[in-house]
Nanobody, 114 residues
Framework: VQLQASGGGLVQAGGSLRLSCAAS????????IYWYRQAPGKRRELVAS???????NYADSVKGRFTISRDNHKNTMYLQMNSLKPEDTAVYYC?????????WGQGTLVTVSS
């Protein structure tokens, strides 16, 4: 089982990034998918989620700016991040969950400069 996150980097405020997370080793299409983030000195927080039926949910802080999506044919999840703010700076983690099963990616750093 593996989740490989990519797409992080340094971007100016107002810019965009798209994170990807490629999954392998499990039946991706049946899992709920989550993106979390953890800023320095803060707790990990849930940013966005998408169910196996493509229902989405977002933290208030990113609503209207971030979009979560999935491609079950490619076993890949995405997080499109627009209008980035310095407070979005964090390590972003992908997660796939189904019942008692939970798989984590290794995290990708997003830094937003002001």
């Amino acid at each position: 089982v593996q989740l490989q996150a990519s797409g992080g980097g340094l971007v100016q405020a107002g810019g965009s990034l798209r994170l990807s997370c490629a999954a392998s080793g499990f039946t991706f299409s049946g899992y709920y998918i989550y993106w979390y983030r953890q800023a320095p000195g803060k707790r990990r927080e849930l940013v966005a989620s998408i169910t196996s039926g493509d229902s989405t949910n977002y933290a208030d802080s990113v609503k209207g700016r971030f979009t979560i999506s999935r491609d079950n044919h490619k076993n890949t999840m995405y997080l499109q991040m627009n209008s980035l703010k310095p407070e979005d700076t964090a390590v972003y983690y992908c997660n796939a969950g189904l019942g008692a099963h939970s798989h984590w990616g290794q995290g990708t750093l997003v830094t937003v400069s002001s």
